[in-house]
């Protein structure tokens, strides 16, 4: 099992650009989420799905949409970078609720 | 909208000494949770608290939670290098898995 996996692993964009964050899990999990970490905030929710075919807003989702593909597949899409898009990206899954979730290992996006 | 705060958010300790990090959280839930982040990698879970009065350990970490005070404990006994790293609760206040993170504690454990 490759867990959950996150495609790039680094990105670098200039403003305005747009671009497609990918995760998979090959867990058969139900549950999949995008974070963000920033120095000093944690991580913030950005977007989730409890399920194939639902997402919903999390703390931060403004400048963001997702795409729940299908039951492995959840990718965040930025359509207009800005500089305040900067920073880590973590995809997580969890088969069901009151299970702790599995994390991939993060894009490190830059937008200049 | 729920609240997650930790504390304290750095810490700094040394061998052979116990700490405590506090998870308060500000609405009702009975299920928190705990990771570790080494510097520069993913997360990782540590322990799964469903109900009041939950109690875990493992090794030198132990954790629990009091759903009537909105709060966890993340105990640390005698502590070790390997356990630096920063330590996050996160809590799911609701039945629809969104699950909220506190800031996370930075501790650092001099040999």
């Known amino acids: 099992n490759a867990g959950v996996t996150q495609t790039p692993k680094f990105q670098v964009l200039k403003t305005g650009q747009s671009m497609t964050l990918q995760c998979a899990q090959d867990m058969n999990h139900n549950s999949m989420y995008w974070y963000r970490q920033d120095p000093g905030m944690g991580l913030r929710l950005i977007y989730y799905s409890a399920s194939e075919g639902t997402t919903d807003k999390g703390e931060v989702p403004n400048g963001y949409n997702v795409s729940r593909l299908n039951k492995r597949e959840f990718s965040l899409r930025l359509e207009s970078a800005a500089p305040s898009q900067t920073s880590v990206y973590f995809c997580?899954?969890?088969?069901?609720?009151?299970?702790?979730?599995?994390f991939g290992p993060g894009t490190r996006l830059t937008v200049l | 909208e729920l609240k997650v705060e930790q504390n304290p958010l750095f810490l700094s300790m040394q061998e052979g000494k116990n700490y405590t990090i506090y998870c308060n959280y500000s609405t009702t839930s009975d299920r928190l949770y705990w990771y570790r982040q080494d510097p520069g990698k993913s997360l990782e879970s540590l322990f799964v608290?469903?109900?009041?009065?939950a109690v875990k350990q493992e090794g030198r970490l132990m954790a629990s939670l009091d759903t009537k005070a909105r709060l966890s404990t993340l105990h640390i006994t005698a502590a070790v290098h390997d356990l630096s790293a920063t330590y996050f609760c996160?809590?799911?206040?609701?039945?629809?898995?969104?699950?909220?993170f506190g800031k996370g504690t930075r501790l650092h454990i001099l040999p």
């Open positions: 997580a899954s969890r088969p069901l609720p009151y299970n702790e979730q599995f």
């Open positions: 608290l469903l109900s009041n009065g």
């Open positions: 996160a809590v799911e206040p609701n039945r629809d898995d969104k699950i909220i």
